[in-house]
């Protein structure tokens, strides 16, 4: 087994949460097939180590199992749709522990441009005219405690209004619970009568007030800006590198996925010290 060295490897507490998440292995499924080579634990290991250093996938580590072979159970497992049902799982578990219900009903979108790489395509590409970025464009939605709920990748010229459409009928496919998304001004118009007619969905825009000057936290949308920061501080999305939509989708969930085992993990690690008999008066 190889020696836990980077801080972007799992805990035993993140790990006892991620494990019973992963698909079984196809050896001990009624089918059958070849026993994996290498360890669950070291392949999430090794995709959090990308995503937290920003590393080439070629330049993993020696002690990390070959570049191909994580690379290869990062694509199957975005495939099959097993990262989103982890980060619903993992998001899920957080909002009980709040006291919350296990699903939200009112999220917040937004949108954030990146520059991207040069092994990014022109056709998954665009100039972002007012941020004056070559590059990508993340659309987010999260529930109002910043758990993200679903990320879609596009061009970086593509307006907000536009790509809102799409992310409001997978939002919609999704998570049929939701009723209410806030919003910034861009997501106004006709977009608002849209979700209503055709998703069900209430579009309820946050406009910036007329006489503030500077710096102005506004209600509702601070929340998913905090998410795309929190986003960011896996460097591997300081800038878009995948050469494939989806795969950038499926690193920024594992961003998403490594911050809510690292809360959960935290949260169980801490005494619950008993409090003191109250002196009797």
Known sequence: MRQRRYPSD????????LEPLLPEPACETS????????????????????VDTGCKWRALPADFPPWRTVWGFMARWAAAGVIGQIRDHLAGRIRR?????????????????????ET???????????????????????????????????????HDASAAKEVLFRLRLMHPEITIVWADSAY?????????QHLNLTIKPVSRPKDASGFVILPR???????????????????????LIQHSETLITWAAITLMTRRLARKAATPSWPRKPAPAS
């Open 97 to 117: 522990a709040m006291g919350k219900g296990p699903r939200a009903v009112a999220t917040v979108i937004d949108s954030q441009s990146v520059k991207a790489a």
């Open 31 to 50: 089918r059958g097939g070849r026993p994996e080579k290498h360890s669950r634990r070291e392949i999430v290991d090794a995709i959090r180590y990308v």
């Open 221 to 243: 949308r601070w929340v998913v800006e905090r998410s795309l920061a929190w986003m960011m501080h896996a460097r591997r999305h300081a800038r878009d590198y995948e050469r």
């Open 188 to 196: 106004a118009g006709k977009l608002v009568d849209w979700a209503k």
């Open 10 to 17: 799992t805990t035993n507490a993140e790990w006892a949460l």
């Open 120 to 158: 990014v395509s022109k056709a998954t590409r665009g100039h972002d005219a007012g941020k004056k970025i070559n590059g990508r464009k993340r659309h987010m939605v999260v529930d109002t405690r910043g758990l993200p709920l679903m990320v879609m990748v596009t061009p970086a010229d593509l």
